[in-house]
């Protein structure tokens, strides 16, 4: 059963705090994302990862960094935590382009209220 | 600027009844069209999807209906459950490009 796990459900910080999101997939997928929901936005991609160490902005990247050391593990910064970055945090993994249609597998999310 | 346009919003159905959610895309480079389910508390879930060489996908009671000229595609779901319930999401995708649509929530009444 392929998984992409999220470290927290839900995360309660406060306005300044530098906040980590961390995310595990156990699929050896090459590319991995981190995007945010909204309800009438839908899902926007933050920052996307098709290599360790490598990583491509994606449409909303201010205020966000990211980290990729290991294959498997894909991180999200929050380095000065401010309150319109209150949302649903969403992590997704994908095979390398051209492997059956790009599915991407997405995390249960993590909801992020910064007060 | 949304590359990927979903309606409508929000969407009611009685149960048996067929459910129709319709998107637009822009970028003719776009070559995969999934449609993802999300259940409240979970991530969203790969539906079903389509390559823009066919016009129609049909999996059980979901059918994706596809038109290239109009740069246009369409999630039916026929006979409509109330376990059916829950937001979809029509996205486009070229290479490790993938845009989402604002998401249409469904709810199913039995």
């Known amino acids: 059963d392929v998984k ?5 459900r839900y995360l309660v910080k406060r306005t ?3 906040v980590f999101l961390e995310c595990v997939q156990d699929m050896d997928h090459e590319n991995m994302f981190w995007y945010r929901q909204d309800p009438g936005l839908g899902l926007r991609l933050i920052y996307f990862s098709y290599d360790v160490k490598m990583k491509e902005k994606g449409d909303i990247p201010e205020g966000y960094s990211v980290s990729r050391e290991k294959k498997e593990r894909f991180s999200l910064i929050l380095e000065s935590a401010s309150t319109n970055q209150t949302s ?4 997704a993994s994908s ?4 492997a059956r ?7 249960p999310g993590t909801r992020l209220t910064v007060l | 600027q949304q590359q990927v346009k979903q309606s409508p919003q929000s969407l009611i159905v009685q149960k ?10 822009e970028n003719t480079a776009f070559d995969y069209f999934p449609w993802y ?5 979970k991530g969203p879930a790969l539906l079903i999807a389509i ?9 059980g009671r979901f059918t994706i209906s596809f038109n290239k000229s109009a740069k246009q595609f369409s999630l039916h779901i026929m006979d409509s459950q109330p376990g059916d319930s829950a937001t979809y999401f029509c996205a486009a995708s070229f290479t490790n490009d993938m845009r989402f649509g604002a998401g249409t929530r469904l709810t199913v009444k039995p």
């Open chain 1, 4 to 8: 992409v796990t999220q470290s927290s």
């Open chain 1, 16 to 18: 300044g705090e530098k």
């Open chain 1, 88 to 91: 649903m945090y969403l992590c």
């Open chain 1, 95 to 98: 095979r390398l382009q051209g």
């Open chain 1, 101 to 107: 249609y790009n599915e991407q597998f997405f995390g």
């Open chain 2, 16 to 25: 048996g009844g067929i459910s129709i959610i319709n998107c637009a895309y």
């Open chain 2, 37 to 41: 389910q999300q259940f409240p508390g």
């Open chain 2, 51 to 59: 390559r823009p060489d066919v016009s129609e996908k049909k999996e």
